[in-house]
């Protein structure tokens, strides 16, 4: 998966990631990571899907037509971007991006994530 690895390599390099990572909603499973995740990503990945799950459901069935595409959520040191990519199989994919809070821009992080989002699955 050449191109996946250069769209990952892209967030990467905006100022502040420290991870990025497609992961199976469906399972939490981590399907390609760039970056310093470490030993307990696995883990983190699940939780990260679980969390799209939950916003999905608390949205609740009014919001069908208005689907859900991306989870901010902050931390003291850390800022988590959450893209849900569209995909016809499943519950989706998400591209997760973790970033340093004291050296990110949320806004800039998210404009790159979301302009480098179409590319992963190409």
Same mark, same amino acid.
């Given at each position: 998966?050449?191109?996946?690895?250069?769209?990952?390599?892209?967030?990467?390099?905006?100022?502040?990631?420290?991870?990025?990572?497609?992961?199976?909603?469906?399972?939490?499973?981590?399907?390609?990571?760039?970056?310093?995740?470490?030993?307990?990503?696995?883990?983190?990945?699940?939780?990260?899907?679980?969390?799209?799950?939950?916003?999905?459901?608390?949205?609740?069935?009014?919001?069908?037509? +208005?689907?859900?595409?991306?989870?901010?959520?902050? @931390?003291?040191? &850390? %800022?988590?971007? !959450?893209?849900?990519?569209? =995909?016809? /199989?499943?519950?989706?994919?998400?591209?997760?991006? +973790?970033?340093?809070?004291?050296?990110?821009?949320? @806004?800039?992080? &998210? %404009?790159?994530? !979301?302009?480098?989002?179409? =590319?992963? /699955?190409?």
């Amino acid at each position: 998966m050449p191109g996946l690895r250069e769209s990952l390599g892209q967030i990467l390099e905006v100022e502040g990631v420290r991870t990025v990572a497609l992961i199976d909603i469906a399972t939490g499973m981590v399907v390609q990571s760039a970056g310093t995740g470490g030993e307990r990503f696995p883990g983190t990945a699940a939780d990260i899907a679980d969390e799209a799950r939950l916003a999905r459901a608390a949205l609740g069935r009014g919001y069908q037509d +208005d689907e859900l595409e991306e989870i901010a959520l902050t @931390a003291t040191g &850390s %800022l988590h971007l !959450s893209r849900i990519l569209d =995909t016809s /199989l499943g519950d989706g994919l998400l591209l997760f991006v +973790d970033l340093d809070r004291a050296r990110s821009n949320v @806004a800039l992080a &998210s %404009l790159m994530v !979301s302009q480098v989002a179409s =590319t992963v /699955l190409a």
